[in-house]
């Protein structure tokens, strides 16, 4: 079975401040890797995902993160974030062999101050 | 355009009534999801369906019932047997295959009173 752990519940940060939200997970299998962002009373959008590949992968809104297999972790992270980056943010995990299944972690909720 | 659409946005029940919410996508997934979202829990697997007339329970399917008559829609219906039933839901769909990205309804509040 698969388990995200997202560390932080609540990351404060300026406008044009660098953030990185902190995802950790755990498997026997691998896995695929997403980030999603959530605002405030709607569904979820992806910001980006780990397939295959090269590590360090580039999403929407000028997202990054980076896959570390050696520390089970896939880290989000914005070099100067904005107002409107304000929001809910969720790491998920599936497995290889059985995509149908994608296991959220609890969710970093991301504020940004003026 | 294409995309999921959940209906209603908001709902209101007595306790000890049984409701349904609608789900509908017109993006051609064959694969079809219902997540319940509770604040500092994440979002957890209702049912989950990859073909029409075939689903699979998720963690959480106490007191949860679906169907999958048509490809396009996958209705949800929370009994009265659900304990806490007050929550958001998200209706979500794929392609099928590995690594596909899943795409998310709008959501529906539901307050049980």
């Known amino acids: 079975a698969q388990s995200v752990t997202q560390l932080d519940s609540q990351v404060p940060v300026f406008e044009e401040a660098p953030v990185e939200l902190r995802c950790n997970y755990s498997s026997s299998v691998s896995v695929y890797l997403f980030w999603y962002v959530q605002y405030p009373n709607q569904g979820l959008q992806l910001l980006l995902k780990?397939?295959?590949?090269?590590?360090l992968v580039k999403g929407i809104n000028g997202f990054e993160a980076e896959f570390n297999k050696s520390q089970t972790s896939f880290h989000l992270r914005k070099p100067s974030v904005h107002i409107s980056d304000t929001a809910e943010y969720f790491c998920a995990v599936s497995a290889r062999d059985n995509t149908d299944k994608l296991i959220f972690g609890t969710g970093t909720r991301l504020q940004v101050f003026p | 355009d294409g995309g999921i659409t959940q209906s209603p946005k908001y709902l209101f029940r007595k306790e000890g009534q049984n409701v349904t919410l609608s789900c509908e996508q017109n993006?051609?997934?064959?694969?079809m999801y219902w997540y319940r979202q509770d604040p500092g829990q994440g979002l957890r697997l209702i049912y989950y369906s990859q073909i029409v007339n075939d689903f699979q329970k998720g963690d959480i399917a106490e007191g949860y019932s679906v169907s999958r008559e048509k490809k396009e829609s996958f209705p949800l219906t929370v009994t009265s047997a659900q304990k806490n039933p007050t929550a958001f839901y998200l209706c979500?769909?794929?392609?099928?295959?590995?690594?596909?990205?899943?795409?998310f309804g709008e959501g529906s509040w539901l307050t049980v009173v």
């Open positions: 979500a769909s794929s392609h099928q295959g590995t690594g596909n990205t899943i795409y």
């Open positions: 780990y397939l295959s590949g090269s590590t």
């Open positions: 993006l051609n997934h064959d694969a």
